[in-house]
Structure formats: structure tokens, C-alpha cells
């Protein structure tokens, strides 16, 4: 892992600061243009706009005392606010994929589908965090922005690779590439630290059930002491979380927090896999069902309410 303003796809961008990733196309569809080998596999793309975000058009966010008491009553999926952060930024793009496609574009384009299925389900006050500046910063920006929103759920999307060490060579499209097929699979993570571990757990939980529900298995190598530094303790089996107590955004965030890594970009497999729109739209799908059960457990057995 390593406009109209405020508004994309119907989505609210939110953040004091954030601004836009472009002001015609998106990042994905610029990264399309540089990469036109990626068209012969992924349906064509829409294109889709960012306008720049005046951080006074953002509406403040309600009195602590406003805000829903999840644990006192169900909440209302209209007044629910979850924040999709985006992971990476333009400027620190994050890992490389087996195509030598940023894993910003990745986290870009699944953010925004979960996003859209979100909106479709009634979450009407889902917000989508797009953070610009170098790596360190913008984590800081993120937990600013997130906890300034008293959101109620904060949801960062990343896809996966593996320590430099693991990387193969190969050749793709006539550039120096690497790759790693050794490794696949989403993984879950949540922070200890977070003051609201167990909320973040349960949350974890569910998304982790939910991909295991879409057929999707969890990447199982950061239980291995080939990891080194990287390697995690795995909290829950079946559905692939690990502890990750030192990530800022996980840690600082004062609602809970989950960070998904949504598959591995460097498993050249896996990354024709992330970059269809059809595994997108079934992995939105999951987490959409975990968010409704998040909100209200009754879902899960009797469907919407």
C-alpha cells in the first residue's frame, strides 16, 4: 500500500483541503490515454469531470451533539456520513502496478464507483476525499478533513503490492516492468489506537465477510516472516483482517476507520481483475452491503427497513 463545485458523479468532494485531480478528464482516463494497451482489456471507460473544490462552499458540518448516536438508535442512511478516502495523491501516486499504471488511478476509480452504489442505496451524505500534495502530509489532511466532517465512517481505499525485494522483471509495452504473482487477494486493516477500535473492527469485519461473499479471498502473506517489517498480526481468519496500529489515518481519525487494500496490482492477474469495471462494480457492492450493515445490523436479516 504503501463546479459546479463539491460535486463529481453526484458525489460531494469534500475536504478544506482538497482539490481536484483534473478539470476535464479524471486521472484514470489521462493514465487510459498514456496506456492505450490497457483498452484491448477494460471497457471503455465514461469520462468523468473533478472541478476544483472551494473549501468555502462546504456546508459545516452539524455540533457534535447533532451528530447520530449510533449506539443509541438505528441510523438514518440519509444523515449517515461516511467518507471514501482515496489513497495517494497525484503527486505521490502510491504503488506501480505490473503495467505501469499508478495505484492512485486504481483507488481513484473504485472510490468513485463505491461512491455512486453508496448514493444508489440512500446514502445520500456519502463524501469522497480527494487529497492533493506529497505522501506525509496528506495523511494529516485526510484526518483534518475527515474529523472537521464528524463523519461517521471513514472508509480509505488502496490496492496492494509487495516489499521491493519480491518484485520480478519482466518487459510490457516495450518498458522495464515488475511484477509479482507470488502474492494476491484484498486485505483489511484496522488500528488499535483508533478510539474507536471496536466500531472499527466490527466495520472491518463486515467488509472482510462481504468480500468473501463475491468470491474474493484475502491476501494471507503479511502473517509471513518473508514480510518482514511489513508483516501484520491477522485479528480475524475468515475474513482477512490484520492490525495495523501505526497507519495515521487509522490511528488519528476520531470515528472508526478501516483501510481496504482492495486487491494486488502487481499480481498481473489481479490487476486486469481491478482494472475491469464489472470487478469494481462487485467489489462497490460489497462494501455497500457492509456499510448498510454497519449502520443498521438488522439488515442483514431482514433487508431494508
Not at 8 to 16: D, H, I, K, N, R
Not at 66 to 85: G, H, M, W, Y
Not at 215 to 241: C, F, I, S
Amino acid at each position: 500500500m504503501r463546479g459546479n463545485r463539491g460535486r463529481t458523479m453526484g458525489v460531494p468532494l469534500v475536504a478544506a483541503l482538497v482539490l481536484a485531480v483534473g478539470t476535464t478528464d479524471t486521472v484514470w482516463s489521462r493514465h487510459m490515454a498514456r496506456h492505450p494497451h490497457l483498452h484491448a482489456v477494460v471497457a471503455k471507460h465514461r469520462k468523468m469531470r473533478l472541478a476544483a473544490l472551494d473549501p468555502t462552499a462546504i456546508a459545516p458540518a452539524p455540533a457534535a451533539s447533532k451528530r447520530q448516536n449510533l449506539s443509541a438508535a438505528r441510523c438514518d442512511p440519509t444523515t449517515f456520513r461516511i467518507v471514501l478516502d482515496v489513497g495517494h495523491t497525484a503527486e505521490s501516486e502510491g504503488a506501480l502496478s505490473a503495467r505501469n499504471v499508478a495505484e492512485f488511478d486504481f483507488n481513484l476509480r473504485l472510490a468513485q464507483r463505491i461512491a455512486e452504489r453508496l448514493k444508489a442505496d440512500g446514502f445520500a451524505d456519502a463524501r469522497l476525499l480527494v487529497t492533493q500534495g506529497r505522501s506525509t502530509p496528506s495523511l494529516f489532511r485526510r484526518v483534518a478533513a475527515a474529523n472537521e466532517l464528524q463523519a461517521d465512517l471513514f472508509l480509505s481505499i488502496h490496492h496492494d503490492s509487495v516489499p521491493n525485494f519480491l518484485l520480478e522483471n519482466w518487459e510490457f509495452d516495450g518498458r522495464k516492468s515488475h511484477f509479482s504473482d507470488r502474492f494476491a487477494g484484498y486485505s483489511v486493516f484496522v488500528s488499535r489506537e483508533n478510539p474507536q477500535f471496536g466500531a472499527s473492527l466490527k466495520f472491518a469485519e463486515l467488509v472482510g465477510r462481504e468480500m468473501r461473499a463475491q468470491g474474493l479471498t484475502y491476501a494471507r502473506q503479511y502473517t509471513l516472516p518473508v514480510m518482514g517489517r511489513y508483516q501484520r498480526q491477522l485479528l480475524d481468519k475468515d475474513t482477512g483482517v490484520y492490525r495495523y496500529d501505526e497507519l495515521v489515518v487509522l490511528r488519528k481519525t476520531r470515528m472508526p476507520a478501516v483501510l481496504l487494500e482492495a486487491g494486488s496490482i502487481i499480481n498481473r492477474d489481479e490487476e486486469l481483475k481491478m482494472s475491469s469495471p464489472e470487478h469494481q462494480a462487485m467489489i462497490a457492492s460489497g462494501v455497500a452491503t457492509a456499510v448498510r450493515e454497519f449502520c443498521d445490523p438488522r439488515w442483514a436479516i431482514l433487508g431494508p427497513l
